[in-house]
């Protein structure tokens, strides 16, 4: 068989194009776990939290999340009657070692709220990453391929509820991945394992038998900044409106 | 057969071209990891990464298969919710190896006033108590049985 050389000249980047994908192979999957049978998200119940800091210390425990920096982290605000838009809000070192003890007011009221990635479906920290070391599974979970992270901070900045750090010593973006290799493995995730009163649910929106449904239609659930359309997918039950 | 005059010029540009793009091809070959675009515009084989992380916190129904008598006592009480883990620590080695890594000694004075601590910032129906007023110096587990923690249960010690 002979080759003009204009038919070479078009044969070659054809066959490189196609060698592309003979190297890639067929991707290997997880035996019992289907990507596409799940859409994460988590249940924090406002009126359950008590404040123990044990889903903080958790976290840093199963995710080896460096001292003073958090995946998740508890708030405690007093939002008086007389101001129902700016409530005071602390949180001592994330609320790890718990709160310091709080008098009764009169006029106002306290409450505990704990923070986590919100695994947004449309989040703005995966659009802004200039490389694709951020992105969302298709389980719905947020995460980032450190490998492959800059390090750059855009998607630190991008993220409207404080969820994302510069990891101290990597030096690359790090955040809550929902205990992705707990999940996928049938377990909770660290902070539901570990909270006493059950005021966090990871729950499965495409498990048709999670009690997410159900708490849905007879719950006042809200979700952080839903003016931001971020497809937000932390739950929360019971959320004050003072709350940012 | 010459459809235009003085073609060969445009022909080198047409050789230069190619080969630009196939080298570009090569490059981009070894440049841009296997999995790339396999979900997404991201490396498909992440996830699999960081779902292969090692756990620490072996998960309640792993402490239930040796504890089994601690898990009915655990079940029948107040406590019934709280995880084993939720005290004793994370314990995904002693799950994995149970003769040689030893959960720690816990201490009730901490532990237990984490949680029930008065204070007026914790829901009103949580169960909760000014320590020091409580028990007078005593430790807790004096009285209460951290596994099911109600006196007249039959939790008393």
């Not at chain 1, 998607?155 to 205990?179: E, F, N």
């Not at chain 1, 159900?214 to 809200?222: E, G, Y």
Request: glycine letters at 8%; a neutral charge.
């Amino acid at each position: 068989m002979t080759l003009s050389r204009r038919q070479f000249l078009v044969l070659v980047p054809a066959a490189a194009a196609a060698w592309q994908y003979v190297l890639a192979g067929t991707p290997q999957d997880a035996p019992n776990y289907q990507l596409t049978d799940h859409w994460w998200g988590m249940l924090l119940d406002i009126t359950k939290c008590i404040g123990c800091g044990n889903c903080v210390r958790a976290c840093q425990a199963e995710n080896d999340v460096p001292d003073e920096y958090f995946r998740t982290w508890v708030e405690r605000y007093l939002r008086t009657d007389w101001d129902l838009t700016t409530p005071e809000v602390i949180s001592p070192d994330g609320g790890k070692e718990g709160f310091p003890t709080a008098e009764e007011v009169k006029n106002g009221m306290y409450f505990f709220v704990p923070k986590m990635c919100n695994h947004c479906a449309d989040s703005p920290c995966t659009q802004v990453c200039p490389v694709g070391a951020t992105f969302i599974t298709p389980d719905g979970v947020v995460l980032i391929d450190q490998t492959y992270c800059l390090g750059c901070a855009y998607c630190v900045q991008a993220c409207p509820y404080g969820c994302r750090y510069i990891h101290p010593t990597k030096h690359v973006a790090d955040k809550c991945t929902l205990c992705y290799h707990r999940i996928t493995k049938g377990l909770t995730t660290a902070c539901c394992e570990n909270c006493p009163t059950g005021a966090r649910q990871l729950v499965d929106l495409k498990n048709p038998n999670d009690p997410i449904h159900a708490f849905l239609k007879t719950h006042d659930v809200h979700v952080l900044k839903p003016e931001m359309a971020t497809g937000a997918k932390a739950f929360y039950n019971g959320l004050d409106g003072s709350v940012r | 057969m010459k459809t235009f005059r003085d073609s060969e010029h445009l022909l080198r540009f047409a050789l230069l071209f190619a080969i630009v793009f196939v080298l570009f091809l090569v490059v981009r070959h070894f440049v841009v990891p296997r999995s790339f675009g396999e979900y997404g515009h991201y490396r498909g084989a992440a996830i699999a990464e960081i779902a292969a992380r090692p756990i620490h916190f072996a998960g309640q129904s792993a402490c239930e298969t040796c504890h089994t008598d601690i898990a009915a006592t655990k079940k029948a009480g107040m406590h019934a919710g709280v995880h084993c883990e939720a005290c004793h620590g994370p314990l995904a080695s002693h799950a994995a190896n149970p003769a040689s890594v030893q959960p720690p000694k816990l201490d009730t004075a901490v532990l237990c006033v984490r949680c029930h601590a008065a204070s007026a910032a914790k829901p009103k129906n949580f169960p909760q108590v000014a320590a020091a007023q409580h028990s007078g110096g005593l430790a807790c587990e004096t009285c209460h049985h951290p596994h099911s923690p109600a006196i007249q249960g039959g939790g008393a010690k």
